[in-house]
């Protein structure tokens, strides 16, 4: 009925951090530059801001999915209420049982496994360093 308004909830909070963590990274970034706008260091790193581009993309990916889904078996509705579901109580007291309990496992599920991919990927990332700190030695 309406799993997918708590993914999309925490969709805009991370679209929120992530534009502020893109905003303090540019910040921090821009003194680095020299010549042809290559970075000073040829540091390896991922960015806070590029990982969250990632959940960002798995959270409205999924949102947009199952949007559509519940648009194309009538749960959404393109007048108020907007979701068939807050017509009676009975059925507004189903769905919040269901946005509490599926939406809120799917959001936990959907962060799980964007930080098992953090975690793979930091591992790859140091190594990289190590390899690069091997070959420069």
């Not at 921090?28 to 010549?35: A, F, H, K, R």
């Not at 049982?97 to 953090?118: F, K, N, P, R």
Request: hydrophobic share 50%; proline share 4%; aromatic share 10%.
């Amino acid at each position: 009925m309406a799993c997918f308004v708590v993914p999309a909830v925490e969709a805009v909070v991370v679209t929120g951090v992530y534009l502020a963590a893109k905003r303090k990274e540019m910040k921090l970034e821009t003194p680095q530059l020299s010549e042809g706008n290559k970075f000073a260091s040829d540091e390896v790193k991922i960015t806070w801001s590029k990982r969250l581009s990632w959940l960002l993309g798995m959270l409205w990916g999924g949102v947009i999915l199952l949007a559509f889904e519940h648009f194309w078996h009538g749960e959404i509705v393109p007048f108020p209420p907007f979701l068939s579901a807050m017509a009676s109580p009975d059925d507004t007291a189903e769905m919040l049982h269901e946005m509490s309990t599926v939406g809120v496992s799917m959001a936990v599920t959907v962060t799980a496994v964007w930080g098992v991919i953090c975690a793979f990927v930091q591992a790859k990332v140091n190594a990289l360093k190590k390899s690069l700190k091997k070959a420069n030695a």
